[in-house]
T-cell receptor, first 109, second 115 residues
Framework: GENVEQHPSTLSVQEGDSAVIKCTYS??????FPWYKQELGKGPQLIID?????GEKKDQRIAVTLNKTAKHFSLHITETQPEDSAVYFC????????FGPGTRLSVLP | EAGVTQSPTHLIKTRGQQATLRCSPI?????VYWYQQALGLGLQFLLW???????NRGNFPPRFSGRQFPNYSSELNVNALELEDSALYLC??????????????FGDGTRLSIL
């Protein structure tokens, strides 16, 4: 089955710094690459996604880059703020709906 | 626009009992998904329903089952509850999945505790 990994598993940054989380996957048929943010006590929320015909997508402070050849995609957060503290999940597309194990981001004021 | 709603918020059961969890999708969404999230862990896919049919199932025993109603709402049933079933159960909805996956929109979950 699909194998999805995320690195790092935990990440602490100072407020204002950048954060990068990488997701690697094994299913070469994946064609949809979303990132979800889960805050404490809440369900995951889609924050950005990209399709396989695009290499990069940006939405204000958040961006996603895709390397389909190497089978990985990354979440980039610039100018981090305390409210960015959460667990982030990748979920490379496929109809087995496999999520990565999550990355806990802590933004220190 | 109302989001995905789940009920109840919390549910406490004892071993061997049965639990029923409910989910109402976003208006216009026909697909509903169920996930299990054990404490501090990731999401494990349970079930996918679309247009009233079960489309795919994760690696869970048959005592996990569900259904989707004509109004696209859904129920998850867990029979013969075991201690390890204690988890947050998340429901998500989306427009119909085609060749390319659709974004999923999640509710805030039902916390199931087995005593």
């Amino acid at each position: 089955g699909e194998n999805v990994e995320q690195h790092p598993s935990t990440l602490s940054v100072q407020e204002g710094d950048s954060a990068v989380i990488k997701c690697t996957y094994s299913d070469s048929a994946s064609n949809y690459f979303p990132w979800y943010k889960q805050e404490l006590g809440k369900g995951p929320q889609l924050i950005i996604d990209i399709r396989s015909n695009v290499g990069e997508k940006k939405d204000q402070r958040i961006a996603v880059t895709l390397n389909k050849t190497a089978k990985h995609f990354s979440l980039h957060i610039t100018e981090t703020q305390p409210e960015d503290s959460a667990v982030y999940f990748c979920a490379p597309g496929g109809q087995n709906f496999v999520f990565g194990p999550g990355t806990r981001l802590s933004v220190l004021p | 626009e109302a989001g995905v709603t789940q009920s109840p918020t919390h549910l406490i059961k004892t071993r061997g009992q049965q639990a029923t969890l409910r989910c109402s999708p976003i208006s216009g969404h026909t697909s509903v998904y169920w996930y299990q999230q054990a404490l501090g862990l990731g999401l494990q896919f349970l079930l996918w329903y679309d247009e009233g049919e079960e489309r795919n199932r994760g690696n869970f025993p048959p005592r996990f089952s569900g259904r989707q109603f004509p109004n696209y709402s859904s129920e998850l049933n867990v029979n013969a509850l075991e201690l390890e079933d204690s988890a947050l159960y998340l429901c998500a909805s989306s427009f119909r999945q085609g060749y390319s996956n659709q974004p999923q929109h999640f509710g805030d979950g039902t916390r199931l505790s087995i005593l």
